[in-house]
């Protein structure tokens, strides 16, 4: 597949999700309930498997960030529950409380199809097919050792250039540098990334 398929949300899409996002967060962390999409006008690309990452801001903070990188389930149903997920199961922070909602901004990452149907992910055959601002990174270090991942976006944030982007993925993964030339594999994914700020 090529680059073409991205992006694939047309701008009404894209707030629809981002009220999936926020209604979730907030009838998790007010009421403790799951959200019910019944309710909203999912289109065909919304009920699409695809993997997701919902990134919650506060202050301009990082407050919590959890996506699934497989397309095992609706784009809509993705969404939904990693804004919960991000808001409560983040390990890096204590769970979002009420008095903080007001104050969060929610970011989508909605990834885009891959080199096959149920993975986002496209093989990287040289270094210099790495994008800054297009690509996202994903190190597999192969058995139960899991690897690391990092968002398309998280390299224009951070004002990295592909040597530091490709270095601070393998940290991420808790790989030497370089982990790629000692049997890891490495791969690149796009994404579609919009937040309640634009």
Not at 3 to 8: K, L
Not at 45 to 59: D, I, P, S, Y
Request: aromatic share 8%; glycine share 8%; charged share 30%.
């Amino acid at each position: 597949m090529s680059d073409i398929m991205c992006p694939y949300l047309t701008e009404e899409e894209e707030k629809l999700l981002l009220q999936i996002a926020r209604d979730s967060l907030q009838a998790y962390v007010l009421r403790g309930e799951h959200l019910d999409l019944d309710k909203y006008p999912l289109t065909d690309n919304l009920r699409e498997k695809h993997g997701a990452f919902v990134t919650l801001r506060r202050q301009g903070g990082l407050r919590g960030c959890i996506g699934y990188t497989k397309n095992v389930e609706a784009l809509a149903e993705a969404v939904r529950d990693n804004a919960v997920n991000a808001a409560v199961r983040d390990p890096r922070f204590t769970p979002v409380t009420p008095e903080e909602l007001d104050e969060i901004d929610i970011e989508v990452s909605a990834l885009c199809p891959g080199d096959t149907p149920e993975s986002p992910y496209r093989a990287i055959n040289t270094l210099d097919e790495i994008v800054i601002g297009r690509d996202g990174l994903y190190l597999e270090l192969g058995g139960s050792r899991g690897g690391g991942l990092l968002l398309p976006q998280v390299p224009v944030e951070q004002g990295w250039n592909r040597s530091q982007f490709l270095s601070a993925l393998c940290r991420k993964a808790g790989a030497p540098d370089r982990a790629w030339e000692k049997g890891a594999k490495l791969y690149r994914f796009c994404a579609q990334v919009f937040s309640e700020k634009e």
